[in-house]
């Protein structure tokens, strides 16, 4: 059949001439309606393999701007014709795009380079869970057929791009858990056809956000983990009265929660913690009888818990922790029978756990700690709640037993009553909670044995029975616990020997059993467990040798066993401790050398082995330990000097060597340990100068110990650069020369430590106790207070001269200062009074001479004053603290003075018991001044009084008598 030469030839051009009618004439006359369909189909087929082509393309284009896609492995040009074939990717029947879903395909870039005008069918974008960055484009409004959007939890920043609201079928908007920020709402306009819209977790500000209250259709709202201000407003119930759920948890809002919240009757989910909330809970919530979830927690609500709350009987979650709830626990939330999750915790609580929570047959996580809670609790809840899988009665006032009902709950998984009044045993019932995970029962008076039955608790991992009354052995049964990750045990009455079969645990990582009093030895296979971190076994009668194994497992990091009864010498194989952080050894009975391999543990940041019987120098390659912090070798026999690289230890913070045979000087290698906090090298032999350096070099210096050795020289005065020193000790050297006044500007010894430590940001925590040493009463006393306590100056046992300067009165906030038994003369500064917190004060044995000052007697701290063995004179200061001084040997020795509590009373014409101080001279003065005016004012009016009252008359002449004595002291000064 013959149609035409070449009717679909681009060049004829005769073809293109051909009229609409002319084409008619000739398909009617040539009959081609037969063939009609094929020819459409083929147009149809090429437009639509175009139509692939050209989505593929935009994908393909996208696919090459991301960073290794290799989830879109399948996207490739070898099947770019069929892309509906890719992961991901699904298609419509006439082949074109219509979703694309690739939620968590570890997608890296950013959407630049998606051709979104491309995709015209896409109904579904689904990307959430990548790592998709850079901002969400402007053009993604190209997507007119999208219904759900989801960009979940990627890195998408910037604005978001107001054309969204152009999307106008888009019901879900997912585009939370990114750091999104606001967009212009003016140019945002509304979406009703959205239902879900999330924005959580992003960095939107400012008030409520307006267009979200034009999406009228919503039901899930979701603004939570933002920085929202403002308060809720109170129009929401009625612009969204379809509303099924509101989160705006983790926000600032503030003000109180709208009442009209109540007008949402959909509502089922209400998440508002986390903000600013007060007012308390309005009790008219009660009235959403669909809500079956209320989260109010981390506010300021306060007031009660609303009984009404009893009225919601689809409720299966309340969290309500950390409100400030001060009331009881409404009986009426018992009749929340779907309740499956309660946490009331961090409030102020009181009174006793309702019986009518028996009834909550389905609760499943039960979280009510730390509040004020007492009395017993329920065996019912035990037998009741089936489902019961998380316990928590933590810190509250609980009193009882613990009822044997608790092996009922037999899917209880975490078990917490620590810090309460529990009494009796441990019920061996707990031996049936086959799935129990944590078992937490510290700080309880439970006594009598830990039951056998606890080795039943095979998938336990964690097991807290410390500061209890528990007696007995550690059941050899523990070794059953083969789960077991963590035990603590410390503090209790148990004893007997540490079972070997608690070497047998494959899992665990912490043990600490301190102060229980259990003897024997460590077992010796417990340093081949590859996985333990932590061990304390301080403070109870452990002997006999360290393990030679005991870092077989390589895994150890903290090792305490102070204050027992070892012995031997440290194993060498403390040098495969590669990973140790902390060695406390102190106060037991090791000897020999301390080992070099200790070098070896170069993690170390805590080495104590102090109060052993160590011998020989401290080895050099303890230089190696750069992590060091705290260091302590006292108490031992150690000899030789300090070796110079202790210098290396850049970061030690605490230096403690005292009561050892060390000689030698200071090395100057210490000036590098610019971080030294506390440096003690008292009780040796060490010699020469006290270096320059220590002032310059260690400002962070706050104890400066280096008493009784052979130091000699003068104090340098570059100490007064300390400004953080509160401690210095120099006592029982050979020093020389006078107190420096510099010593004035030690600047934490005249704020005082309490000051001090409100004005700095120091987390150094200093576990140090000083001894302070007097001789009173012709023995010596010792006074012990930990560093937070101390601030002081002990110079004793010198040969300091000249005077006491002034300028330590500058010094407000000693706590004590001891310059007896030197060579000092002139008197006591007047100025003692500024020293209101004293508490000990010791210039005996000196050549001090002239009066007491009264000032002493205005230091009402004053518990310990030895002013014995000088040249002091006259009367001795009464009243204030003083009185209760009463022991005459403090002024022994001072042949001129009198008065209490000496037997030697005062003549008339030695000093009364009225000083005049500083300020006192100053107001009697005045008043002085003021007599001779006010004698012509009132002379007349006053004298005829005194002439017709007798008493009035004897008063005044006793007040003259008064002024004269005055008048005669000042004269005699």
């Not at 593929?56 to 070898?78: E, I, R, T, V």
């Not at 709950?409 to 944590?438: C, F, M, V, Y």
């Not at 090791?590 to 109060?611: K, M, R, W």
């Amino acid at each position: 059949m013959y149609i035409s030469d070449a009717p679909f030839s681009r060049g004829n051009k005769a073809t293109k001439q051909i009229s609409l009618k002319s084409s008619i004439l000739v398909m009617e006359r040539v009959h081609i309606q037969p063939f009609l369909p094929p020819i459409l189909l083929f147009f149809s087929l090429s437009f639509l393999e175009a139509g692939a082509q050209s989505e593929a393309q935009a994908l393909l284009k996208w696919k090459s701007s991301l960073f290794q896609a290799d989830a879109l492995s399948s996207w490739s040009l070898a099947n770019s014709t069929s892309p509906c074939r890719w992961f991901g990717v699904r298609c419509n029947s006439a082949g074109s795009i219509v979703q694309l879903s690739l939620p968590n395909a570890k997608l890296n870039g950013t959407l630049d380079e998606f051709d979104f005008a491309s995709l015209p069918s896409l109904t579904k974008l689904d990307l959430n869970t990548n790592l998709l960055n850079g901002s969400i484009p402007s053009n993604i409004s190209a997507l007119s057929n999208l219904t759900s959007l989801d960009l979940t939890s990627n890195y998408l920043a910037g604005p978001i791009p107001y054309q969204l609201s152009n999307l106008r079928k888009v019901r879900h908007f997912d585009l939370g858990n990114n750091s999104l920020e606001n967009p212009d709402y003016t140019k945002f306009t509304p979406l009703p056809s959205v239902t879900n819209l999330s924005l959580y977790n992003n960095r939107l500000t400012g008030k409520f956000p307006p267009s979200v209250l034009n999406c009228t259709n919503l039901t899930y709202l979701d603004l939570s983990y933002n920085n929202l201000t403002g308060k809720i407003p109170d129009s929401l119930s009625t612009s969204l009265v379809y509303l099924e759920s509101l989160n705006l948890t983790d926000n600032f809002f503030e003000g109180v929660i709208p009442v009209s919240l109540a007008n949402l009757p959909r509502l089922q989910n209400l998440h508002l913690g986390l903000n600013n909330l007060t007012g308390g809970i309005p009790p008219i919530l009660g009235s959403i009888s669909s809500l079956r979830t209320l989260e109010l927690h981390n506010n300021s609500l306060g007031g009660p818990i609303p009984s009404s709350l009893g009225q919601l009987r689809m409720l299966e979650r309340i969290g309500i922790a950390a409100a400030a709830l001060n009331s009881t626990v409404p009986p009426e939330l018992g009749l929340c029978t779907n309740l499956t999750y309660l946490d009331l915790s961090l409030n102020q609580l009181t009174g006793g756990l309702p019986q009518s929570f028996s009834e909550l047959t389905k609760m499943s996580q039960f979280l009510i700690w730390s509040n004020s809670l007492s009395g017993e609790i329920s065996p019912d809840f035990f037998t009741n709640w089936t489902e019961l899988i998380f316990f928590d009665i933590s810190e509250n006032k609980f009193a009882g037993r613990i009822p044997l009902e608790i092996g009922w709950a037999t899917k209880l998984q975490n078990l917490w009553l620590r810090s309460n009044n529990l009494s009796g045993p441990i019920p061996s019932e707990i031996g049936r909670l086959a799935d129990l995970q944590l078992l937490e029962l510290s700080e309880n008076f439970l006594l009598g044995p830990i039951p056998r039955s606890i080795g039943n608790l095979t998938q336990l991992t964690y097991l807290a029975l410390s500061y209890n009354y528990l007696n007995g052995a550690i059941p050899a049964e523990i070794g059953n616990m083969t789960a077991l990750v963590k035990l603590y045990a410390g503090t209790n009455q148990l004893e007997g020997e540490l079972p070997a079969t608690i070497a047998q645990l494959p899992n665990l990582e912490f043990i600490s059993v301190f102060n229980i009093n259990l003897s024997g030895g460590i077992p010796r296979d417990l340093g081949q467990n590859g996985r333990l971190i932590r061990v304390n076994f301080s403070n109870n009668s452990l002997s006999g040798e360290l393990p030679p194994d005991l870092c077989k497992g390589f895994a150890l990091q903290h090792f305490t066993a102070d204050h027992n009864n070892f012995t031997g010498s440290l194993p060498a194989c403390l040098r495969n401790c590669s990973g140790l952080l902390q060695l406390r050894l102190g106060s037991n009975h090791f000897s020999g050398l301390i080992p070099s391999e200790l070098g070896d543990a170069t993690q170390l940041i805590y080495l104590d082995l102090s109060e052993n019987k160590f011998t020989g120098p401290i080895p050099t390659n303890l230089g190696n330990l750069a992590q060091l912090t705290f260091l302590d070798l006292s108490d031992n026999k150690l000899t030789g000097p300090l070796p110079t690289k202790l210098g290396n230890l850049a970061q030690l913070q605490t230096l403690l060597l005292s009561n050892n045979s060390l000689i030698g000087e200071i090395p100057s290698s210490l000036k590098n340990c610019k971080q030294l906090v506390v440096l003690d090298l008292g009780e040796n032999g060490i010699y020469g100068n006290i270096p320059e350096w220590l002032g310059e070099k260690l400002s962070s210096l706050r104890v400066l110990r280096l008493r009784s050795n052979m130091l000699s020289g003068s104090i340098p005065p570059q100490l007064s650069l300390l400004s953080s020193l509160q401690l210095l000790d120099l006592a029982h050297n050979n020093i020389s020369g006078s107190i420096p006044q510099s010593l004035a500007n030690l600047t934490a010894m005249a704020e005082g430590i309490q000051e001090r430590e409100k004005t700095t940001n120091s987390s150094y925590p200093i576990y140090y106790s000083y001894c302070i040493s007097i001789v009173w009463k012709g023995r010596e006393a010792v006074f012990q207070k930990t560093l937070s306590l101390v601030v002081g100056i002990d110079l004793s046992n010198n040969y300091l001269c000249h005077a006491i300067p002034t300028e330590l009165t500058n010094l407000s906030g000693l706590v004590f200062l001891n310059l007896s038994r030197n060579c000092l003369d002139g008197s006591i500064p007047e100025m003692i009074s500024n020293l209101k917190i004293l508490e000990i004060l010791d210039l005996s044995m000196n050549y001090l001479s002239g009066t007491i000052p009264l000032g002493i007697s205005y230091l009402t701290f004053l518990d310990c004053l030895n002013l014995s063995n000088n040249h002091l004179s006259g009367r001795i200061p009464s009243g204030n603290q003083l009185q209760t001084l009463d022991d005459p040997s403090i002024y022994s020795g001072n042949g001129e003075l009198c008065g209490f509590p000496l037997i030697k009373s005062c003549s008339s014409s030695q000093a009364s018991d009225v000083q005049l101080s500083a300020d006192d001279g100053d107001e009697k003065i005045w008043l002085y001044l003021s007599m001779g005016p006010g004698f012509v004012v009132g002379f007349w009016g006053f004298f005829g009084i005194l002439f017709f009252k007798r008493s009035l008359r004897l008063g005044y002449f006793r007040y003259i008598d008064d002024v004269y004595d005055s008048f005669s002291r000042i004269s005699m000064r």
